[in-house]
Structure formats: structure tokens, C-alpha cells
T-cell receptor, first 120, second 113 residues
Framework: EAGVTQFPSHSVIEKGQTVTLRCDPISGHDNLYWYRRVMGKEIKFLLHFVKESKQDESGMPNNRFLAERTGGTYSTLKVQPAELEDSGVYFC??????????????????FGEGSRLTVL | QKEVEQDPGPLSVPEGAIVSLNCTYSNSAFQYFMWYRQYSRKGPELLMYTYSSGNKEDGRFTAQVDKSSKYISLFIRDSQPSDSATYLCAMRGMNTGFQKLVFGTGTRLLVSP
């Protein structure tokens, strides 16, 4: 079974440019999450999709970040325009809905390898 | 103040040693505690998952949670060079959003042969 796939693995852009990161979750996982780790800091939650709906986007830093999950499958995270402080590793994770909510899964998060973003 | 504090290390030990990794936290609402292992250039991988206080053992790994002290630990017995990685603690509460995890910064562990 394929894991969570993220693309690109590394992107280098200049300040002011636009970057779009893509995440393909594990097939059948309704829950999709974006997390981010900036250098020297902890991994922080950005947002959570349930299928195509945004369940929680309280961690999104500002309106330069736009996440979408059309059709409830893959997700994209666009940063426009990028700033220096956006540099970091963006992780995507997916999970089944846990059994205690009648979803049949354990709720464990499976993470992708991350997309490293460098803004110069 | 960070919600979760974790010593970044690195922690260097010889093969076969017992390793102790720890995190402290400030939010008393946290009830679910996890340890993730992250190899270089890879994503975090769930190692242990504990609800509330107590101990949980899985092979060479033991997770302990002391909610009264807001302190969690991961013990690794008979450490192996393949255990060399960054270990991240993570936690969440019932009312902090499903799977909205709060992470520590991670402790880098180096196990030498």
C-alpha cells in the first residue's frame, strides 16, 4: 500500500513568488492534515480536512496560504506571495476516521516525507 | 513559554545502553500522548500512543505518562544503531481538535556501535 506522497520534495523560490505543494494521502483516508516545521522550531499544525471540507484551519499563519482538497482526494497548499519566514518543511499526514466515531480506523496519523521550501 | 518542552540533544549513547527521552508540558487538557521517530529526510513515524497516565510497553520501547507532574518519558532498552533518529513527543486533548497534535522540538539520538 502506498504511503502519503508529497511533491515536490524540495522547492527553492525567491521572495514574492508563488509555490504550490501537493499531497496525495493514503487511499481511503478521509482525514488530511498539513503541518509545518520551520528551522529550529517544533512541528506545528496548519489545518485539517475531512474529505473536501476544512474542519480546522486555525493554524494557518495568514491569508497568503491557501489549502484546497477538491473532490476529497489530493490536497494542495499554495503560498502566494512567499516570504522568507515561510521557509521550512511542510508535512502532510492522513488518517482514517477512528472507530470510536464509527469510522472503523485507529485514527493514527501517517506522515509524508515532507516538502522542503526555501525562500530566498 | 512553549506548551511542550523537549531537550533537543543530541544524546549520544553506546549500543546496548538504556535510553531515556523526556518531555514536559504545561496544558493540563492534554490526555493523549505520542512518541514519533523521525529519520533524516523522512516523515515522523508513530512509535507509541498512550492515553492518560500510566505505562505502555512495546518490545524494547516503554512509554510513561505522569499527568500529575506533566511529564512523559520514552525508554529504549538495548539501544541499536538503527535507533539513531530524532524522537518527537506529541500530545493532544479531548477538546483541542481531533489529531491537532502539539509537538515537542524533538531529541536527536545517536547510538554508536
Amino acid at each position: 500500500e502506498a504511503g502519503v506522497t508529497q511533491f515536490p520534495s524540495h522547492s527553492v523560490i525567491e521572495k514574492g513568488q508563488t509555490v504550490t505543494l501537493r499531497c496525495d494521502p493514503i487511499s481511503g483516508h478521509d482525514n488530511l492534515y498539513w503541518y509545518r516545521r520551520v528551522m529550529g522550531k517544533e512541528i506545528k499544525f496548519l489545518l485539517h480536512f475531512v474529505k473536501e471540507s476544512k474542519q480546522d484551519e486555525s493554524g494557518m499563519p495568514n491569508n497568503r496560504f491557501l489549502a484546497e482538497r477538491t473532490g476529497g482526494t489530493y490536497s494542495t497548499l499554495k503560498v502566494q506571495p512567499a516570504e522568507l519566514e515561510d521557509s521550512g518543511v511542510y508535512f502532510c499526514a492522513s488518517s482514517q476516521t477512528p472507530h470510536w466515531t464509527s469510522g472503523g480506523g485507529t485514527g493514527e496519523l501517517f506522515f509524508g516525507e515532507g516538502s522542503r521550501l526555501t525562500v530566498l | 513559554q512553549k506548551e511542550v518542552e523537549q531537550d533537543p540533544g543530541p544524546l549520544s549513547v553506546p549500543e546496548g545502553a538504556i535510553v531515556s527521552l523526556n518531555c514536559t508540558y504545561s496544558n493540563s487538557a492534554f490526555q493523549y500522548f505520542m512518541w514519533y521517530r523521525q529519520y533524516s529526510r523522512k516523515g515522523p513515524e508513530l512509535l507509541m500512543y498512550t492515553y492518560s497516565s500510566g505505562n505502555k510497553e512495546d518490545g524494547r520501547f516503554t512509554a510513561q505518562v505522569d499527568k500529575s507532574s506533566k511529564y512523559i518519558s520514552l525508554f529504549i532498552r538495548d539501544s541499536q544503531p538503527s535507533d539513531s533518529a530524532t524522537y518527537l513527543c506529541a500530545m493532544r486533548g479531548m477538546n483541542t481538535g481531533f489529531q491537532k497534535l502539539v509537538f515537542g522540538t524533538g531529541t536527536r539520538l545517536l547510538v554508536s556501535p
